[in-house]
Every structure is written in structure tokens, then in C-alpha cells.
């Protein structure tokens, strides 16, 4: 496959499916034509991994800070004041700048026992994205309509971001599209031949939309049921390609652009 210039808005490459083995996916990810790739947080016992990853890696992998919601305990006070120190202690000249909030949230597919901790972190994370000024990396499994409601609550106008693996219906599609500074994150799923999403995407302002891997998870097919990495992203991008009826090329400069017009990278 030639190689796409685009960039990977979504990837923990820091977890332990990756140990041992992240320079190679990095010039996999390089040689496919992926410019940067984005880091989302996941709890407070990923976070060092995160750093140095960063550390090893500068200016091509770029992090965000934030408190996964399927991480979320009865402690989550605790868990938030590690979050927040880290946002608030690493300005834009500090050798870690965090380019977002996330991976933020609410889910309620595995368990809703600790929904209204989860809202109350969640609703806590968008707070400190306003107050700084940073985009989000929502995760909405199960809990469109409580995400959404949260935004409103906390204030739609002053907040951005992206739903981060949109996976939805046109119904789904349009609630997170009324909300004016949120776009939608697309992988892997797209190339899944029952999905559903491709059809989706057809009713989809092309400036709403960014591309990801989620990697390790997720990956589109061929590799369906493997290991996702960062280098596998011009697959996604070829898809919604074919759904939009232009070339490939076009989707990566649109993506890439609605991307640094949203994370600054």
C-alpha cells in the first residue's frame, strides 16, 4: 500500500500490547505515511508509560491527560487530583504538553453500577478542558445521550472536541453534530462489512470528521481480530474514500487538516 500522509488521532501505544515492540510500530507508522500520532491517557497507572513514550518519541507522538471512565472507582477524587496535576504542571514549554483531555467519558456497556461517579468525573474533566482551553477525546460506549447532556450541562459553546470511535447510526450521528464544536473519530469499524458505518458517514460534513486506529484494539480489515497499530490507518482512510466517492489523498488532507484545526498539533 502507497502511503497516505494523515495523522492517528487516537492510539494507546503505551500499554503493554505494545512493550518490547513500540520503535518498530513507529517506523511501520512512519513509512505508511502517518505524520503524528495522538496519545489519550487511560488512569493514573498509565501515566508514567505515557511519558516516556513522549519522551522517546517527541513530535511524533502527542499526549492527552485524562481519566478513562471504565477506570473510574469509588476513590475517583483521588485518581482526578493525579490527572489534574499532571494538565496543570507541564505548560507548553515543558518537555510534556499535553494536547488534550482524555480518554474521558462515560460507559455503560460493561457496567452502569458507578454511572453517577462516572458522570461526575466526566462532568469534572470537562470543567478543567474549559478552564484550560483544551479539546476533548470523549469515549461513549452505551451513553450517547448521558455524554451529550453532561456537555450541555457543563456548556456546549466553550467546549471541543472529538467522539472518539463513532460507531452510530445517523440518529447517534446527528445528536453528536448539533453540538458546534464536536467532530467524530472513524476507524477501523468502517472497514467492518456489516457496520453499518460507511452509510452513516454518507450524511457526514466532511469537516466533522478525523480518523484513528484506537490501536491495539479495532483493527480494520484485512487485520480484522489483531493487533491494531498506527500503520494500518490508510485502510481506514481508503474506506471512507470509497464512501464519499473521492480519493483517498483528499480524505487524508481533509482529516489532517479538521486535526490540527482542533488539537494544534
Not at 154 to 166: A, K, M, N, Q, Y
Amino acid at each position: 500500500m502507497n502511503s497516505i500522509d494523515c495523522i492517528d488521532t487516537h492510539a494507546h501505544l503505551f500499554v503493554e500490547a505494545f512493550h518490547g515492540e513500540v520503535d518498530a510500530v513507529v517506523t511501520r507508522a512512519k513509512k505508511a505515511g502517518v505524520r503524528k500520532v495522538l496519545l489519550p491517557n487511560i488512569d493514573e497507572t498509565s501515566i508514567d508509560g505515557l511519558k516516556e513514550l513522549v519522551t522517546r518519541h517527541r513530535g511524533f507522538v502527542h499526549p492527552m491527560m485524562g481519566l478513562h471512565p471504565t477506570s473510574v472507582t469509588k476513590e475517583w477524587r483521588k485518581q482526578l487530583d493525579r490527572v489534574y496535576d499532571e494538565l496543570t504542571s507541564h505548560p507548553p514549554s515543558a518537555e510534556v504538553n499535553y494536547v488534550g483531555v482524555g480518554e474521558v467519558g462515560i460507559d455503560l456497556y460493561w457496567d452502569n453500577s458507578l454511572k453517577q461517579e462516572q458522570i461526575a468525573v466526566f462532568e469534572q474533566q470537562l470543567v478543567w478542558s474549559r478552564e484550560l482551553e483544551l479539546p476533548l477525546s470523549i469515549h461513549f460506549r452505551n451513553a450517547t445521550r448521558e455524554v451529550v447532556d453532561s456537555i450541555r450541562r457543563i456548556g456546549e459553546s466553550s467546549l471541543r472536541g472529538v467522539f472518539h470511535s463513532f460507531g452510530g447510526d445517523r440518529e447517534e450521528l446527528e445528536l453528536i453534530l448539533s453540538l458546534k464544536h464536536f467532530l467524530v473519530g472513524v476507524n477501523g469499524v468502517v472497514t467492518f462489512k456489516n457496520s453499518g458505518l460507511a452509510t452513516t458517514l454518507q450524511h457526514c460534513p466532511r469537516d466533522r470528521v478525523v480518523v484513528e486506529t484506537d490501536s491495539p484494539y479495532l483493527a480494520p480489515v484485512p487485520y480484522r481480530g489483531k493487533r491494531n497499530e498506527p500503520a494500518y490507518l490508510p485502510y481506514v482512510i481508503r474506506a471512507i474514500a470509497a464512501t464519499w466517492g473521492v480519493n483517498a489523498s483528499t480524505v487524508a488532507e481533509i482529516t489532517t487538516h479538521n486535526t490540527v484545526a482542533l488539537f494544534g498539533v
